[in-house]
Protein backbone atom coordinates (compact mmCIF):
# COMPACT_ATOMS: atom_id res chain seq x y z
CA UNK A 1 0.00 0.00 0.00
CA UNK A 2 1.38 3.44 -0.78
CA UNK A 3 2.04 5.66 2.38
CA UNK A 4 4.19 8.66 3.13
CA UNK A 5 6.13 10.24 6.09
CA UNK A 6 6.76 13.81 6.85
CA UNK A 7 9.27 12.68 9.63
CA UNK A 8 9.61 16.69 11.09
CA UNK A 9 6.50 18.21 12.73
CA UNK A 10 8.10 21.42 12.35
CA UNK A 11 10.94 22.56 10.62
CA UNK A 12 12.42 26.21 11.91
CA UNK A 13 14.54 28.42 9.65
CA UNK A 14 16.37 32.00 9.59
CA UNK A 15 15.10 34.60 6.61
CA UNK A 16 17.71 33.98 3.64
CA UNK A 17 18.87 30.33 4.79
CA UNK A 18 18.25 27.38 2.71
CA UNK A 19 15.31 25.12 3.81
CA UNK A 20 14.72 21.68 3.30
CA UNK A 21 11.38 19.58 4.38
CA UNK A 22 11.64 16.23 3.79
CA UNK A 23 9.18 13.64 2.42
CA UNK A 24 9.73 10.04 1.87
CA UNK A 25 7.20 7.83 0.67
CA UNK A 26 6.27 3.98 -0.15
CA UNK A 27 4.95 2.66 -3.25
CA UNK A 28 4.52 -0.26 -5.60
CA UNK A 29 5.74 0.67 -9.13
CA UNK A 30 6.52 4.36 -10.43
CA UNK A 31 5.94 6.98 -7.81
CA UNK A 32 3.85 10.21 -8.78
CA UNK A 33 4.75 12.64 -5.97
CA UNK A 34 3.58 15.93 -4.86
CA UNK A 35 3.97 19.02 -2.57
CA UNK A 36 0.57 21.05 -1.49
CA UNK A 37 1.06 24.29 0.81
CA UNK A 38 -1.60 25.67 3.11
CA UNK A 39 -1.72 28.69 4.96
CA UNK A 40 -3.42 29.69 7.67
CA UNK A 41 -7.73 29.37 7.30
CA UNK A 42 -6.81 28.51 3.35
CA UNK A 43 -7.22 26.04 1.31
CA UNK A 44 -4.14 23.58 -0.29
CA UNK A 45 -2.12 24.97 -2.84
CA UNK A 46 -0.40 22.98 -5.07
CA UNK A 47 3.44 23.67 -5.33
CA UNK A 48 4.76 21.10 -7.81
CA UNK A 49 4.92 17.18 -8.80
CA UNK A 50 7.32 14.70 -9.67
CA UNK A 51 5.64 12.55 -12.34
CA UNK A 52 9.08 11.36 -14.59
CA UNK A 53 11.96 12.22 -16.39
CA UNK A 54 14.10 14.85 -14.54
CA UNK A 55 14.76 14.40 -10.91
CA UNK A 56 14.73 18.17 -9.67
CA UNK A 57 11.54 19.56 -10.17
CA UNK A 58 11.00 23.35 -10.23
CA UNK A 59 7.38 24.64 -9.27
CA UNK A 60 6.08 28.05 -7.56
CA UNK A 61 7.42 30.33 -5.39
CA UNK A 62 11.16 29.36 -5.85
CA UNK A 63 10.18 25.94 -4.79
CA UNK A 64 11.90 22.99 -5.91
CA UNK A 65 11.72 19.30 -4.86
CA UNK A 66 14.52 16.50 -5.59
CA UNK A 67 13.13 12.97 -6.53
CA UNK A 68 15.59 9.93 -5.09
CA UNK A 69 14.44 6.64 -6.34
CA UNK A 70 17.28 5.14 -4.55
CA UNK A 71 16.38 6.60 -0.93
CA UNK A 72 12.40 6.91 -1.80
CA UNK A 73 12.41 10.68 -1.00
CA UNK A 74 11.07 14.19 -2.32
CA UNK A 75 12.30 16.99 -0.35
CA UNK A 76 11.25 20.17 -1.13
CA UNK A 77 13.90 22.72 -0.98
CA UNK A 78 14.05 26.47 -1.23
CA UNK A 79 17.43 28.06 -1.75
CA UNK A 80 16.50 31.07 0.38
CA UNK A 81 13.50 31.12 2.51
CA UNK A 82 11.28 34.16 2.87
CA UNK A 83 8.84 34.53 6.61
CA UNK A 84 6.38 34.73 3.78
CA UNK A 85 7.01 30.56 3.32
CA UNK A 86 5.82 30.27 6.53
CA UNK A 87 2.85 27.91 6.29
CA UNK A 88 1.91 24.06 6.33
CA UNK A 89 3.49 21.76 4.01
CA UNK A 90 2.36 18.61 2.50
CA UNK A 91 3.77 15.29 0.52
CA UNK A 92 1.26 12.93 -1.38
CA UNK A 93 1.64 10.35 -3.19
CA UNK A 94 -0.80 8.85 -5.99
CA UNK A 95 -2.74 5.71 -5.11
CA UNK A 96 -5.50 3.85 -7.43
CA UNK A 97 -8.62 5.86 -8.36
CA UNK A 98 -6.93 8.75 -8.12
CA UNK A 99 -6.49 9.04 -4.53
CA UNK A 100 -4.00 11.20 -3.00
CA UNK A 101 -2.18 9.78 0.32
CA UNK A 102 -0.96 12.50 2.27
CA UNK A 103 1.82 13.15 4.83
CA UNK A 104 0.90 14.37 8.67
CA UNK A 105 2.34 17.54 7.08
CA UNK A 106 5.46 20.04 8.04
CA UNK A 107 5.05 23.08 9.55
CA UNK A 108 7.45 25.64 8.44
CA UNK A 109 8.71 28.81 10.60
CA UNK A 110 10.84 31.24 8.78
CA UNK A 111 12.29 33.68 11.66
CA UNK A 112 13.10 37.42 10.67
CA UNK B 1 -11.40 31.76 -12.84
CA UNK B 2 -13.35 30.39 -10.03
CA UNK B 3 -12.00 26.74 -9.46
CA UNK B 4 -13.19 25.06 -6.76
CA UNK B 5 -15.77 26.29 -4.58
CA UNK B 6 -16.80 25.39 -0.64
CA UNK B 7 -19.56 26.59 0.83
CA UNK B 8 -20.04 27.85 4.37
CA UNK B 9 -16.79 28.41 5.43
CA UNK B 10 -17.68 28.29 8.89
CA UNK B 11 -20.38 26.01 10.70
CA UNK B 12 -21.40 25.31 13.83
CA UNK B 13 -23.40 22.39 14.75
CA UNK B 14 -25.65 20.52 17.38
CA UNK B 15 -24.75 16.51 17.74
CA UNK B 16 -27.58 15.08 15.57
CA UNK B 17 -28.37 18.13 13.21
CA UNK B 18 -27.58 17.14 9.51
CA UNK B 19 -25.70 19.61 7.12
CA UNK B 20 -24.79 19.97 3.51
CA UNK B 21 -21.40 21.22 2.64
CA UNK B 22 -21.24 22.39 -0.76
CA UNK B 23 -18.64 22.21 -4.06
CA UNK B 24 -18.94 23.11 -7.23
CA UNK B 25 -16.01 23.12 -9.58
CA UNK B 26 -15.98 25.01 -13.05
CA UNK B 27 -13.13 23.21 -14.67
CA UNK B 28 -15.09 20.67 -16.44
CA UNK B 29 -13.40 18.00 -14.23
CA UNK B 30 -14.82 14.34 -14.31
CA UNK B 31 -12.47 13.38 -11.26
CA UNK B 32 -14.61 15.39 -7.28
CA UNK B 33 -13.78 14.52 -3.77
CA UNK B 34 -14.19 14.84 -0.26
CA UNK B 35 -11.24 14.99 2.22
CA UNK B 36 -11.12 15.86 5.65
CA UNK B 37 -7.71 17.37 7.71
CA UNK B 38 -7.20 16.36 11.28
CA UNK B 39 -4.15 17.42 13.25
CA UNK B 40 -1.65 15.38 12.95
CA UNK B 41 -3.02 12.63 10.00
CA UNK B 42 -2.64 14.71 6.96
CA UNK B 43 -5.87 14.88 4.63
CA UNK B 44 -8.13 11.47 4.31
CA UNK B 45 -10.54 10.86 1.80
CA UNK B 46 -13.97 10.72 2.84
CA UNK B 47 -15.94 10.06 -0.72
CA UNK B 48 -15.07 10.40 -4.37
CA UNK B 49 -16.75 10.62 -7.87
CA UNK B 50 -15.18 9.69 -11.24
CA UNK B 51 -17.76 11.44 -13.42
CA UNK B 52 -21.49 12.29 -13.08
CA UNK B 53 -23.96 9.91 -11.63
CA UNK B 54 -21.14 8.31 -9.81
CA UNK B 55 -19.63 7.79 -6.21
CA UNK B 56 -17.38 5.85 -4.15
CA UNK B 57 -16.14 5.39 -0.68
CA UNK B 58 -13.06 6.66 0.13
CA UNK B 59 -10.55 5.92 3.57
CA UNK B 60 -13.29 7.47 5.90
CA UNK B 61 -16.60 6.95 4.93
CA UNK B 62 -19.11 6.58 7.59
CA UNK B 63 -21.74 9.52 8.50
CA UNK B 64 -21.35 11.12 5.23
CA UNK B 65 -23.21 10.84 2.42
CA UNK B 66 -23.18 12.20 -1.12
CA UNK B 67 -23.84 12.41 -4.91
CA UNK B 68 -23.40 13.48 -7.90
CA UNK B 69 -25.92 15.04 -10.38
CA UNK B 70 -23.84 16.98 -12.34
CA UNK B 71 -20.28 17.50 -13.67
CA UNK B 72 -20.19 20.63 -11.46
CA UNK B 73 -21.45 19.96 -8.10
CA UNK B 74 -20.74 17.35 -5.57
CA UNK B 75 -21.93 18.16 -2.21
CA UNK B 76 -21.33 16.39 1.04
CA UNK B 77 -24.19 15.54 3.60
CA UNK B 78 -23.52 14.94 7.36
CA UNK B 79 -26.64 13.11 8.19
CA UNK B 80 -26.21 13.06 12.30
CA UNK B 81 -23.35 15.07 13.21
CA UNK B 82 -21.19 13.91 16.10
CA UNK B 83 -18.32 15.68 17.72
CA UNK B 84 -15.50 13.40 15.58
CA UNK B 85 -16.63 14.89 12.86
CA UNK B 86 -15.14 18.30 13.90
CA UNK B 87 -12.61 19.03 10.81
CA UNK B 88 -12.15 21.22 8.21
CA UNK B 89 -13.84 19.70 5.22
CA UNK B 90 -11.89 20.54 1.44
CA UNK B 91 -13.06 19.60 -1.55
CA UNK B 92 -10.87 18.86 -4.37
CA UNK B 93 -10.75 18.15 -8.77
CA UNK B 94 -8.95 17.21 -11.34
CA UNK B 95 -9.39 15.72 -14.68
CA UNK B 96 -9.22 12.00 -15.05
CA UNK B 97 -7.38 12.10 -18.61
CA UNK B 98 -3.63 11.08 -18.21
CA UNK B 99 -5.42 10.34 -14.64
CA UNK B 100 -1.72 9.59 -12.74
CA UNK B 101 0.18 12.92 -13.56
CA UNK B 102 -2.83 15.42 -13.27
CA UNK B 103 -2.58 17.63 -10.73
CA UNK B 104 -5.76 17.80 -7.99
CA UNK B 105 -7.29 21.42 -7.03
CA UNK B 106 -8.21 22.09 -3.67
CA UNK B 107 -11.06 24.21 -2.61
CA UNK B 108 -10.55 26.83 0.54
CA UNK B 109 -11.92 24.42 2.76
CA UNK B 110 -15.45 24.43 5.52
CA UNK B 111 -14.35 24.51 8.80
CA UNK B 112 -16.96 22.44 11.04
CA UNK B 113 -17.49 22.75 15.02
CA UNK B 114 -19.76 19.82 15.70
CA UNK B 115 -20.91 20.90 19.67
Known amino acids: AQSVAQPEDQVNVAEGNPLTVKCTYS??????LFWYVQYPNRGLQFLLK??????LVKGSYGFEAEFNKSQTSFHLKKPSALVSDSALYFC??????????FGAGTRLAVHP | NAGVTQTPKFQVLKTGQSMTLQCAQD?????MSWYRQDPGMGLRLIHY???????AKGEVPDGYNVSRSTTEDFPLRLLSAAPSQTSVYFC??????????????FGEGSWLTVV
Open chain 2, 92 to 105: ASSLLAGISGNTIY
Open chain 1, 27 to 32: VSGNPY
Open chain 1, 50 to 55: YITGDN
Open chain 1, 92 to 101: AVRAPFNKLI
Open chain 2, 27 to 31: MNHEY
Open chain 2, 49 to 55: SVGEGTT
